[in-house]
């Protein structure tokens, strides 16, 4: 006799026929997935003009702008590590996710309205506590949510989302501005209605699954017996992320390329928009295929896809060139990002899920940091080639630890209560 689980994998109960994977996935995860698209389309609507904002109509300097992006980016990934804690501690997920996504919609407003400096730093690093708040519990929710069959699809679908709002936050932000004759608080007025709906979706589209009477309950989510629970699998996982996360410095040295190969400034944000329509179409495709394979495999072929970006990005010296090095770079985002908080979510046991996202969340952001200031030591030291040819050097170190990470994780893991 066919178990339950089997049937159901089988069939969606109406002929046998079987289910097309995006039918299958819960529709808490569709509406986080829409949640950080209309997040995602808000902020990227403000931070696609706000440096110029800051430096244009305010007056500020670049180093000004530069201070105000650092601070705010590790203020998001300091925070992630607790909510994540927290999120273990308490046993809920939805709530910090929704007073993440809350926090980041009462700063919308700010910026339109903000008349100096002090208010929009204020006003960026609110936003960026609320980033921080709610990633870890979110992505948390994602694996709560999704059957283990289906965990890859999941974070996919949910990661490609995310993207098509990174891409059509910019191309809106670059239309209203055209349409408003570059009136800067109009577009940022527009940017709060999505920043709002994004808040009232999670409210009342997600639903929390009840917690498994059989996971342990954790009391101090970060003391060294629970980080030692986390298991050798994750600290593996969390060590070849790290080295790989040096090869994928900040998507800035994308621009960088781009001008340094003749793309005029009117241009350059469609940099930007190449790179995150290849990952956001991508995403979700390698998701599913992450279910059906070993995942360091696939994760190996999204690195193989950046080293080759790196090479072209390296070497190419036209327009073209550089175009295809930056949808290839987007192809490998699509390859790896989802896939890594996907082996997180396989390897940490359920009842640390928050904790083990935030841990991995601080130390690749930490890691995107130093990436981002060594490639531009190289750059002012050997130029483009320098930068990107590095990069690759990294790309193949972590290609070289997955041959380990195979081995830990060659069997698809199901966890009980996961």
Partial sequence: MRSKTNTQDASDGTGGRKRTPWREIPPGVWALGCVSLLMDISSEMIHALLPAYLVTVLGTSVLTVGVLEGIAEATASVTKIFSGALSDWLGKRKLLAAIG????????????????VEWLFAARFIDRVGKGIRGAPRDALVADLSPPRLRGASFGLRQSLDTVGAFLGPLLAIGLMWLTADHFQAVFWVAVVPAFLSVALIVVGVSEPERSPALRQVRMPLHPDELRRLGAGFWYVVAVAAVFTLARFSEAFLILRAQSAGVSLTLVPLVLVIMSLVYSISAYPVGILSDHMNRPTVLAIGLAVLVLADLVLAWSSGIAGVAAGVALWGLHMGFTQGLLTTLVADVAPPELRGT?????NLITGVTVLVASVLAGALWDMGGPQATFLAGAGFALLALAGLWGLRGRLGEKPRHVGG
Avoid: H
């Fill in 101 to 116: 996504y809350g926090l980041a919609a009462l700063t919308k407003p700010v910026f339109p309205l903000a008349s100096s």
């Fill in 356 to 360: 083990a996202f935030g841990v991995f």
